[in-house]
């Protein structure tokens, strides 16, 4: 991911039943930003969030994170790459028909 803004990479996957938290890491400026990842089983569709929404107006770390959290380009390449990264480690996948799956559950991924 590179918007010149924030360049991370997938620093760790956290899973749960219903949902995936990638962290996403910049390195260079020391932050981490984490996208929530969930698949809709009624629409068969794939939607994410920030896992972060709440911050401190006084503390300069959350200033930086919510600020780069309400960039556009930075949005869309976290998500993005954060829904790449679960395709390519088998969690799930978009079928033919366009279609979200999730491959695989909690208790699957334990083993």
Same mark, same amino acid.
Do not use: C, P
């Given at each position: ?15 749960? %039943?219903?949902? =995936? @938290? ?9 932050? !981490? #930003? ?17 896992? %972060?929404?709440? =911050? @401190? ?9 919510? !600020? #780069? ?33 999730? #491959? ?8």
């Amino acid at each position: 991911m590179q918007n010149g803004i924030f360049n991370g990479t997938v620093t760790k996957v956290h899973i749960d %039943t219903d949902s =995936f @938290s990638v962290e996403i890491t910049d390195k260079k400026i020391d932050m !981490t #930003l984490t996208v929530d990842v969930f698949i809709d089983e009624k629409y068969k569709d794939v939607d994410t969030m920030w896992n %972060t929404y709440i =911050f @401190s107006t006084t503390n300069s770390k959350d200033i930086l994170q919510s !600020t #780069l959290q309400d960039n556009d380009d930075v949005w869309e390449d976290s998500s993005s790459l954060a829904i790449e990264h679960l395709e390519n480690l088998g969690y799930i996948k978009q079928d033919e028909k366009g279609n979200w799956l999730r #491959l695989k559950q909690k208790d699957d991924m334990l083993n």
